[in-house]
């Protein structure tokens, strides 16, 4: 199953004011992928963090491309 299919379907089990914050610092997390309180993963490959949003964590891979 397909990492976005997943967060739906997790998305979908939260209340109305936990998916409006958790949405807006994804939609946040395109403007700045290492926020101030990112945490690296243990046991990840770099480049995969964690986020918290209240009681809840949003986890992002992100990596650099040169051109």
């Known amino acids: 199953m397909p990492a976005y299919a997943i967060a739906l379907r997790e998305l979908r ?3 109305a004011t936990a998916t409006r914050r ?3 610092a994804v939609t946040r997390l395109a403007a ?3 926020p101030p309180g990112a945490r690296a ?3 990840q490959p770099a480049g995969v963090l ?3 949003v209240g ?3 949003v986890s992002s891979a992100w990596s650099t491309y040169s051109r």
């Open 13 to 15: 089990k939260l209340d």
């Open 22 to 24: 958790v949405l807006l």
């Open 32 to 34: 700045d992928p290492r």
């Open 41 to 43: 993963l243990a046991g």
């Open 50 to 52: 964690r986020i918290r």
């Open 55 to 57: 009681d809840h964590r």
